[in-house]
């Protein structure tokens, strides 16, 4: 590799090279055309006007502002406050029409199901699980097994008032006796009912015990949970004889359930959200696939509160 | 173009280029190619086809906003964006097939920066004359005179650049509804700005840049000239016979002593690039065959025989140096590569008119719920719930079945039913050229044999008279 400095010219092209040479191999020194160059400085020039007008050179401890003021949060601020205008107007259609009438406007509906959706991720997947499945003592809200019910307008009141919440007259309110630990039920007598409860959700077949244990139900739970152990969605207590279990089917758990009884707490959100959120949050829970018709019968229709056990 | 010897600079000046105005042949040949791709240009957004009354009646519609792109009586749904891609396959294997044939044509005779440079230059000889005259001007210092006749020119390209850029937009929307919202002011920014941005490029491409284009900014004369071989046609100065040059008169004086070429320069004065032909092929040139046109008409004038510069493959020129007789013109363009091209070029596009004659406007997809994968219902069955998208791809409303296909025992009900209303089959309306979303939830008995994870189908069926079917692959989960 020789490397002069006088100027060569290339025979077949007319173009000079600068004389380094690699296995024959010239490096040609053609020129660039003079409007390229021209371009390459206009590109500086915008870019120092670019430094200049938006955020640019890093500092000791900050960064050069630019002179628009323009920022990725402030952009973000701006689309979101923009955002929140457009959707104001549906806020409040959603949250002046009532839940049982949402399902008549498809539109409305649509949109409180997806802001339901929203919301739903940001408040209940602590307890709820981010898909809605719950876990043992959180029910599957994708489901059709409701404690309090899966109509749109029952699925609103548990949201707005919750569930045994100590400081709300309105709350949804049941108590389940502990058997076992008040001493209102012997050992034996446990035992007898846990069987009944397996037999009656088709998990055993029927034998001495759960014999047994049937007059013991009729005694002392049937009040709740209705003589066939089908439940009752006015006092929260759940049907012993489907699939679904909150804290677990198999016989131990079920004894402890009755020896302890169980109270599981939701909050109520009337005091963290507004009517429009909750209303969106009902839609969404309801539209998981569980959600049920509202109930032809009106007085099958519980308003509200649900805590006197129907004679 | 290349730097003088020795100069030394590392930036060169531009030349300018007053290409001067010529007739024959290849001229005329530029002429009609310039007025058909003008015309289609132009024209083809104006061009109506009936799809009924669920779709737009242009016949060319890259509908951006509603992800459709129609062609005549084909319509093109995003996902089957693979007919693009196949096009634009054919596309390149067709400037495989041209390049190696006839070299570059493309460059020469079709490229829009050759068609609008070439209509711009007309516009130049029009308004300021022709060569001698544009070189007189330009270097003429600033008068009334010369202000007036660049105006006149400017205002003239921009008005075809608008024209142009103008246009652009109406392959986007309706060409008519377009038009009236853009005089009116009510089109969308984006058509102003499109065109804006294209008149703009029209303007400086084709009235400044021009040959810099060619010669500096685009790749495909590198990709071109890597195609071709000693076989492909290419503009060719016989030099074995216009060496050495001079003129009538000295030959005349000695006889034997010189070539064909006179050195009148009429090749280099009517080349749209500025380049000599008699240095050889070179990137600079496009392959127009101006240069052909000027030099037949110079050699009939001083009678000597025309083609002194020609279109020639490589192996010719070599033959005819060594005096032998060119081969006929069909034996170099059909050869093995070309035929090759040839071949794979029309197999894509049969296969592509098989493949779009025979495709299915009915199309399904499913995508399960992730999140939980499975309820287990009251009933101790198992529900797994999919999104269903049916696609309707005809330009009318058409009804269509939902099934499952191999999993016993499964019933099917959406979102807008209640799950006693749960069938084997879900019927659904699917409006015209649009796709029904459908949230389908499907319940199967909780024990099954086999493992958790069954495999099944689902199936869609066009119920009316024209039919139609397709399939999704699709699982059913259940707890292990």
Partial sequence: MADDETPKIDAATGTQYKGHEWDGIRELDTPLPRWWLWTFYATIVFAIGYCLAYPALPMLHDYTRGMLGWSSRGALEKELAAREVQMAPLRQAIAATDIGKLAGQPRLMQAAVEGGRAAFKVHCVQCHGSGAAGSRGYPNLNDDDWLWGGDLTSIETTITDGIRNPDHAKTRQSMMPAFGRDQLLTAAQVSDVVAHIRVISGQDVA???????????????????????????????????????????????????????????????????????IRMLAAYVHSLGGGEAAPVDAQAAPAGNAAAPQP | MLVPAGSGDLYEKRKGVYPKAVDGFYR???????????????????????????????????????????????????????????????????????????????????????????????????????????????????????????????????????????????????????????????????????????????????????????????????????????????????????????????????????????????????????????????????????????????????????????????????????GGVPRPILQSLLRPRTIGYLCVWTGIGLAMLFALGARTRVDISAQQDRNPIFVRLSDGAIRNAYTVKLRNMEARPRPMEVRVDGLQGAVLWTDAMARDQAMPVIAAMVPADSVARLRIFVAAPAQAPGAARQDFRFTVRATDREGGHDAEPARFERPQ
Avoid at chain 2, 47 to 69: E, T
Avoid at chain 2, 164 to 173: N, P
Wanted: contains cysteine; glycine residues 8%.
């Fill in chain 1, 207 to 277: 034998n001495a015990a759960s014999q047994r244990g049937a007059q013991i139900f009729a005694d002392n739970c049937a009040v709740c949970h209705g003589p066939a152990g089908k439940g009752s969605r006015q006092v929260g207590a759940p049907n012993l004889t489907d699939g679904i279990w909150l804290y677990g089917g198999d016989a131990d758990t079920i004894r402890q359930t009755v020896w302890n009884s169980r109270q599981g707490v939701m909050p109520r959100w009337n005091d963290k959200l507004d009517t429009a959120t």
């Fill in chain 2, 28 to 322: 005329r040949l530029k002429w009609a190619i310039m007025a058909a791709t003008l015309v289609i240009y132009w024209g083809t957004p104006w061009i109506r086809w009936d799809r009924g009354p669920y779709a737009p009646d242009q016949a060319v519609l890259v509908d951006l906003a509603h992800r459709r792109f129609y062609m005549f009586a084909i319509e093109i749904w995003p996902h089957e964006f693979y007919y693009v891609a196949g096009l634009l396959i054919m596309a390149g294997i067709g400037l495989f097939l041209v390049t190696s044939a006839v070299g570059r044509a493309w460059c020469g005779y079709a490229c829009p920066q050759t068609v609008w440079t070439d209509l711009f230059q007309h516009v130049e000889r029009f308004i300021d004359g022709d060569r001698n005259a544009q070189i007189r001007l330009a270097n003429a210092p600033w008068s009334a005179d010369k202000l007036a006749r660049r105006l006149v020119k400017w205002q003239v390209w921009l008005l075809i650049s608008f024209l142009t850029g103008g246009a652009w937009i109406f392959y986007f929307a309706d060409a008519p509804t377009l038009q009236r919202a853009f005089w009116t002011g009510t089109a969308a920014p984006v058509a102003y700005a499109a065109t804006g941005v294209l008149t703009a490029t029209t303007f400086v491409l084709g009235g400044f840049m021009r040959e810099q284009v060619c010669i500096y900014m685009c790749p495909w004369p590198r990709i071109q000239t890597a195609m071709l071989d000693e076989k492909s046609l290419v503009v060719t100065y016989r030099n074995w016979r216009g060496e050495k040059r001079g003129s009538v008169k000295k030959a005349a004086a000695h006889p034997g002593e010189f070539g064909d070429c006179i050195d009148c320069d009429q090749c280099v004065a009517v080349c749209p690039t500025g380049i000599d032909i008699r240095n050889g092929p070179q990137i600079g040139c496009i392959t127009c065959a101006l240069c052909i046109d000027a030099c037949d008409k110079v050699m009939e004038q001083v009678g000597r025989p025309r083609g002194l510069i020609d279109y020639c493959t490589e192996d010719d020129a070599n033959r005819e140096r060594q």
